[in-house]
């Protein structure tokens, strides 16, 4: 369970990024974080695996109290939460496996991280996570020669390797054309329901977040202005959420 009270984000500048936020996620819910450009939505979720150090108030995450963790057990807590970013972060130039056996190296001896060498358990991990997001087939293919939708499943393959308990994603379809975006969310929502992973999306893409998500957090300036079942969005919640302002989808 992932729990904010009462906390505030104020970045070093001095601006206020978040405000007042109170929010408590179950795991395996599915939530989507919505609101305009600024809003506040990456520095959410960024506080969650502590990219982002809050600045009042207190976050937890199955009892843990995030700001307390530092060194190693910060590094053990953050293997619970997998990342992904709408550039899906790869390492281009080499192969598919081997970006997703990256996923090991936090918990490998230095040595063994230096030579890339990794266990024949290590590599089955690697191999079943690519299974189960349907690209096996590409194990052995460089990262750079694959499709934006192809990519985003092995960051995804990647994520699922360290066994999550949480994935967090920031805008994970922004750069993918409609059709792929939707399969990429498929992919989202198979794995929040098969493996009860909790999923929290931050998109721009108002349509999709009703689709796929169960829950929907609506943030206006620092301040969640909605949090309520997805099929409760209406046309005021989202006037209220975008301000009148609502965005054109990515
Ligand atoms: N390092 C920083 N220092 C100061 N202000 C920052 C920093 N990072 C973000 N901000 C500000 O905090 C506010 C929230 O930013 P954030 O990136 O969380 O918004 P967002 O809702 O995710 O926006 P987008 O949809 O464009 O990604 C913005 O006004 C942004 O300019």
């Given at each position: 369970m992932i729990e904010f009270r009462e906390v505030e984000k104020r970045y070093?500048?001095?601006?206020?990024?978040?405000?007042h936020i109170n929010l408590t996620i179950d795991q395996g819910e599915f939530v989507a974080i919505i609101g305009l450009s600024g809003a506040g939505k990456s520095t959410l979720i960024r506080t969650i695996n502590r990219m982002h150090d809050i600045t009042q108030g207190e976050l937890t995450v199955d009892g843990t109290?995030?700001?307390?963790?530092?060194?190693k057990s910060l590094r053990k807590f953050r293997r619970k939460i997998g990342m992904i970013f709408q550039s899906f972060?790869?390492?281009?130039?080499?192969t598919v496996i081997k970006n997703v056996l990256t996923a090991f190296v936090p918990d490998l001896p230095w040595w063994r991280a230096t030579l890339g060498f990794f266990t024949k358990d290590e590599k089955m991990k690697a191999l079943e996570a690519l299974d189960q997001m349907g690209i096996?087939?590409?194990?052995?293919?460089?990262?750079?020669?694959?499709s934006g939708g192809q990519q985003q499943r092995v960051a995804l393959a990647r994520t699922l390797a360290q066994d999550p308990q949480i994935i967090l994603a920031d805008?994970?379809?922004?750069?993918?054309d409609p059709v792929t975006a939707k399969q990429v969310m498929d992919d989202f929502q198979r794995i929040n329901r098969e493996m009860h992973i909790t999923v929290l999306i931050n998109i721009h893409h108002v349509e999709l977040a009703l689709q796929y998500a169960t829950r929907v957090v609506g943030i206006r300036a620092g301040e969640i202005v909605y949090d309520g079942p997805?099929?409760?969005?209406?046309q005021a919640v989202l006037d209220a959420i975008y301000q009148g302002k609502q965005e054109e989808p990515a």
């Open positions: 070093p500048n001095g601006y206020e990024a978040l405000r109290d995030v700001m307390s963790l530092h060194g972060n790869l390492i281009t130039r080499t096996l087939d590409k194990a052995f293919v460089r990262a750079d020669q694959l805008e994970p379809v922004a750069s993918l997805a099929d409760q969005v209406d």
